[in-house]
C-alpha cells in the first residue's frame, strides 16, 4: 500500500475515511512516503536512455544531451528514492518526469494561488486546495495569509472529494483505525478526508486515500491557523485520476 495519508478511519464518518501572515516556498527540489518505506533502494542502475532524458537532466542541472550517463542515473535514482518513485532505477520515464514537471508548475504560482480566482474570497478565513497543481493555502478574503504549499490528495479510485466544506473535527494526534497510520495535526472536512502531515515526501506517487497530506512544517502551521467551522474550498482534478 502507497501512502499512510486517506480515509481517516472515524467511525462513523461515512463511506471515504481518509501566526502571521508567510508566503511559503513550493518547492524543495530533492526531499519518504510515511507508511510507504518510499522506494526500494535499488543495486542496479539502468543504461537505458528515458523518453524524457533531457528535460530529467535539465530540472536535475545535469549536462543536457538526451543520453544516459552513470552520473545522470544515479543523479535520477537519488531523485526517485527520495520521492518514493518505484523503480528507482535511475530511468528517466514518464512518472519521474511528471513529478518533476508538477513542482515546476508548483513553483511557477509564485504568490498569486488565487489568480484566476477560484478559491471563494467571501468567506474570511479559508483553506484552499487546487487539486490540478496539488497546492494548498490559507487567504483571509483577498489577503494571502500562507502558502502556497505543496499537497498530495488522493489516488485514483479514492480521489479527494471537491466542494466547499468546513472542519468539523481536529485531532492532533490522531491515528487512523483503518490503515493504523498515524496522522499528526488531522483537521477533518468531509467525511474521513483531511488535512494531516506525512513523514515523507508529498510529492510521492501516486497519492493519498482521500486526504491532503502535507509536510509536518505546514500540518503544524495550518493547526494554528484554522479552527472548527472553518471552510475548506477543494477544486480541480489531479494529474492521473
Known amino acids: 500500500m502507497v501512502g499512510s495519508g486517506g480515509r481517516g478511519g472515524i467511525r462513523g464518518a461515512g463511506r471515504r475515511a481518509g ?53 545522470d542515473c544515479k543523479a535520477i535514482r537519488a531523485f526517485q528514492t ?21 513542482m515546476i508548475k508548483q513553483k511557477a504560482v509564485g504568490d498569486k494561488p488565487n ?29 494571502l495569509v500562507y502558502g502556497p504549499v505543496p499537497i498530495r490528495s488522493g489516488r485514483n479510485r479514492y480521489e479527494t472529494r471537491t466542494g466547499l466544506k468546513k472542519i468539523y473535527w481536529r485531532d492532533k494526534h ?3 483505525n483503518l490503515y493504523n497510520v498515524s496522522m499528526p ?19 510521492s506517487p501516486p497519492g493519498s486515500h482521500g486526504c491532503v497530506n502535507m509536510r509536518d512544517s505546514d500540518a503544524a502551521t495550518y493547526w494554528s491557523l484554522l479552527k472548527k467551522g472553518d471552510d475548506v474550498y477543494v477544486y480541480g482534478r489531479k494529474p492521473g485520476t
Open 174 to 176: 490522531h491515528v487512523s
Open 185 to 203: 495535526y488531522s483537521q477533518f472536512f468531509d467525511g474521513g478526508e483531511a488535512f494531516h502531515s506525512i513523514s515523507g515526501s508529498v510529492w
Open 115 to 143: 489568480k484566476a480566482g477560484k478559491c471563494p474570497t467571501d468567506k474570511g478565513r479559508i483553506a484552499c486546495v487546487n487539486l490540478t497543481l496539488q497546492i494548498s493555502w490559507v487567504q483571509d478574503g483577498s489577503s
Open 19 to 71: 501566526i502571521g501572515v508567510a508566503v511559503v516556498g513550493l518547492v524543495a527540489p530533492v526531499v519518504v512516503l510515511a507508511g510507504a518505506g518510499g522506494a526500494a533502494a535499488s543495486s542496479t542502475c539502468t543504461t537505458r536512455t528515458g523518453p524524457y532524458q533531457k528535460q530529467v537532466e535539465k530540472f536535475l542541472g545535469r549536462p543536457v544531451d538526451g543520453r544516459q550517463s552513470s552520473a
Open 82 to 102: 527520495k520521492h518514493g518513485i518505484s523503480p528507482n532505477v535511475g530511468y528517466a520515464g514518464p512518472v519521474t518526469w511528471g513529478v518533476m514537471d508538477l
